[in-house]
């Protein structure tokens, strides 16, 4: 079955990197897109990036702009979220998503998430 697993989060001060990976299996990992959501304490589930199925193109939120870059291995299955120049704003837990084909239609897949914590 579809399995996303993040890895990656933790406690970092205001400027710092960190660096999220999610492990998916279950599906042809190659052919979709893989997105990062993030949700932070009281507020809605967010779109953080997304990377199309040979990574060719990235989008961003524009929170983010030029400080995460999402990035992938298809040899490894793997997705990758880079943050640098973290901010007390980006504490959040992190979701590693993914919308794949069912019968009938689609079906979206989350990851459990990772906690993201930026304080000093």
């Known amino acids: 079955q579809v399995q996303l697993v993040e890895s990656g989060g933790g406690l970092v001060q205001p400027g710092g990197s960190l660096r999220l990976s999610c492990a998916a299996s279950g599906f042809i990992f190659s052919s979709y897109y893989m997105s990062w959501y993030r949700q932070a304490p009281g507020k809605e589930r967010e779109l953080v990036a997304r990377?199309?199925?040979?990574?060719?193109?990235?989008n961003y939120a524009d929170s983010v702009k030029g400080r995460f870059t999402i990035s992938r291995d298809n040899a490894k299955n793997t997705v990758y979220l880079q943050m640098t120049s973290l901010e007390p704003e980006d504490t959040a837990v992190y979701y590693c998503?993914?919308?794949?084909?069912?019968?009938?239609?689609?079906?979206?897949?989350w990851g459990k998430g990772t906690l993201v914590t930026v304080s000093s």
């Open positions: 990377i199309t199925n040979g990574g060719g193109n990235t």
């Open positions: 998503y993914a919308r794949l084909p069912r019968v009938g239609g689609r079906m979206d897949y």
